[in-house]
């Protein structure tokens, strides 16, 4: 049995939520033949730089562009015409016939898109089983519905949009986004808050300035950098602060020496073990990236928005502010004066982060790997059309 799971790395989402996929397969059905793919073309020199640039030109340059062609009926039409971008079919295409995959998995539309059209027009006999797996918390129009076998929707809302589109019913789950299998166990967190000499009573919130790539945090740095030139006066020592700047190196040694004088704030660079800083913290405080979000509701944490987005990121914060777990303030100061006062506020807090907890579904992985079993083992669940 080989499992092909396509993404793309724009972003750092799509790859992840991939990851966990494996991960999750690997684990079930360990004699399965699991590959993972980026269909993004690579090119010599500048393969790390065109997905920083189509993000920070989406999210950061032309937001309000972006976000109104994404609730546009008429990005299924320009969705169209990328599929038909002969290096990213071609792509695809290979991909296809060198794997020759009895299941393909696509964490985004672009690729999950042209694998229906090539399964399309295969011989039946030869059709593999697609399961699209959608990692943000509203479904886009460049979705596809035809050829695709199943949906792991993320919420019930997303089920909803999918049958009021085509879909049929009983071949779509709301099973979450797939996070990695390490937010189903806390069990080092008290080790960890130890180590960072966190006291009974302490609070602790981790700002993500930045993640695996640069890109998609451009739009948020402004509002970063205003935040930490607040939290390290004296009158905010009271509150741990953890700044994870991710790959970014300018950024994070330009932070650590922001920060150099106050001990209430730490900085790292890349963190291996993200799933535990999460964990740990009582508030994290990020931008609304679907598998980012997601993780932070397996982890029960309160979240404070740095930005409300565009196009996608944009539908993730009004669904985490529509479920009562996500503060936003436009202005760095009174964002932090919102985080100061929830954090001062043990019982809302803590309902607040049950709530997270509820809206969390960190076994999404595991829920998917099955489903991608059970559909292989009993094809008559899907369609071929």
Request: charged residues 20%; glycine residues 6%.
């Amino acid at each position: 049995m080989r499992i092909l799971i396509l993404y793309a790395s724009i972003g750092s989402g799509h790859r992840v939520s991939a990851n966990a996929i494996a991960e999750a397969l690997g684990n079930l059905a360990p004699e399965a033949e699991v590959i993972q793919e980026d269909v993004l073309i690579r090119l010599p020199a500048i393969d790390d730089v065109i997905p920083d640039v189509l993000s920070a030109l989406a999210l950061a340059v032309f937001p309000g562009v972006y976000d109104r062609l994404w609730s546009s009926e008429r990005l299924a039409e320009l969705a169209q015409s990328v599929y038909e971008l002969k290096p990213i079919r071609e792509r695809v295409q290979q991909l296809l016939t060198e794997h020759r995959p009895h299941v393909v998995i696509g964490t985004h539309a672009f690729p999950c898109a042209i694998a229906a059209e090539c399964k399309a027009a295969m011989p039946a006999a030869e059709r593999y089983t697609l399961i699209a797996v959608p990692t943000d918390y509203h479904l886009h129009p460049y979705w596809p519905v035809n050829h695709v076998d199943a949906y792991a929707a993320p919420t019930y809302t997303a089920r909803g949009e999918l049958i009021d589109r085509g879909f049929p019913e009983q071949q779509v789950r709301v099973l979450g986004i797939p996070i990695r299998p390490q937010f189903g166990d806390a069990s080092q967190v008290a080790r960890l808050r130890q180590q960072w000499d966190l006291q009974e009573g302490d609070k602790l919130v981790t700002l993500l300035a930045g993640g695996g790539r640069p890109g998609p945090y451009v739009g948020i740095l402004s509002k970063v950098l205003q935040i930490i030139n607040i939290i390290t006066e004296a009158r905010y020592a009271h509150i741990r602060w953890h700044i994870v700047c991710g790959r970014n190196s300018p950024i994070e040694a330009f932070v650590r020496r922001q920060t150099a004088d106050a001990a209430h704030v730490r900085v790292f660079g890349y963190v291996d073990d993200l799933p535990l800083h999460l964990q740990a913290s009582d508030l994290v405080a990020t931008k609304p990236g679907g598998l980012i979000i997601s993780e932070c509701l397996a982890a029960g944490k309160a979240i404070a928005l740095l930005s409300l987005g565009a196009g996608q990121e944009a539908a993730n914060a009004r669904f985490l502010q529509d479920m009562g777990v996500g503060l936003y303030a436009e202005n760095a100061q009174d964002l932090i004066r919102l985080i100061a006062e929830l954090l001062a506020d043990d019982s809302r807090l803590q309902r607040i982060s049950q709530r997270a907890q509820a809206l969390g579904r960190p076994r999404a992985a595991i829920e998917l790997a099955r489903w991608v079993l059970e559909l292989y083992r009993t094809p008559s669940h899907t369609q071929s059309s």
